[in-house]
T-cell receptor
């Protein structure tokens, strides 16, 4: 079974902090994705990566950056956290042209 | 840009009955994939079923089946013999099949399904 592991289930941070969300997959997948999930809005793509050190902006990249130094790890970075970034964050991975597999999600609260 | 619309924010069904969740999408492409994902209260998103646009035959997975109407751009999910474990948020998703697209998904806003005992 594919395992996509997000480092925290719940996280509480303060406004202005730099926040790191980590995601690791164990199946050597090329593609990795970060989504944000909000009630009534569904999932929206923040960033994705199709190879080590490669990244592309999704639909809502503002206020976020990403890092992929190793194939199995994809990090989402909130450079200066704001209250409107309080949300559920989902990481996913997939091989080329195959369905995405999701992690359990991180519920992030910015106070 | 592609859009995916789920017009039913909430649905409910009696255990053992059948329920259909609606999804429509907008695209100018001819080759693409459609998916239904399930997100139970435990939160992990699970793939339920997928459909390749070039296939006329509707996909089925045990109690789950789809009604894919390409001309109408409609992709509904039918759950037969509903079980308590089917209670979840269901998301419809679209993915292009264009080369170099990197296969990102566009999701609908979800339908919350309640199963009544």
């Amino acid at each position: 079974d594919v395992k996509v592991t997000q480092s925290s289930r719940y996280l509480v941070k303060r406004t202005g902090e730099k926040v790191f969300l980590e995601c690791v997959q164990d199946m050597d997948h090329e593609n990795m994705f970060w989504y944000r999930q909000d009630p009534g809005l569904g999932l929206r793509l923040i960033y994705f990566s199709y190879d080590v050190k490669m990244k592309e902006k999704g639909d809502i990249p503002e206020g976020y950056s990403v890092s992929r130094e190793k194939k199995e790890r994809f990090s989402l970075i909130l450079e200066s956290a704001s209250t409107n970034q309080t949300s559920m964050y989902l990481c996913a991975s997939s091989p080329w042209n195959q369905p995405q597999h999701f992690g359990d999600g991180t519920r992030l609260s910015i106070l | 840009a592609q859009t995916v619309t789920q017009s039913q924010p909430e649905m409910s069904v009696q255990e053992a009955e059948t329920v259909t969740l609606s999804c429509t999408y907008d695209t100018s492409e001819s080759d693409y994939y459609l998916f239904w994902y399930k997100q139970p209260p435990s939160r992990q998103m699970i793939l339920v079923i997928r459909q390749e646009a070039y296939k006329q035959q509707n996909a089925t997975e045990n109690r789950f089946s789809v009604n894919f109407q390409k001309a109408a751009k409609s992709f509904s999910l039918k759950i037969s013999d509903s079980q308590l474990g089917d209670a979840a948020m269901y998301f419809c998703a679209y993915r292009t099949d264009l080369r170099g697209s990197n296969y990102k998904l566009t999701f609908g806003k979800g339908t919350l399904l309640t199963v009544n005992p």
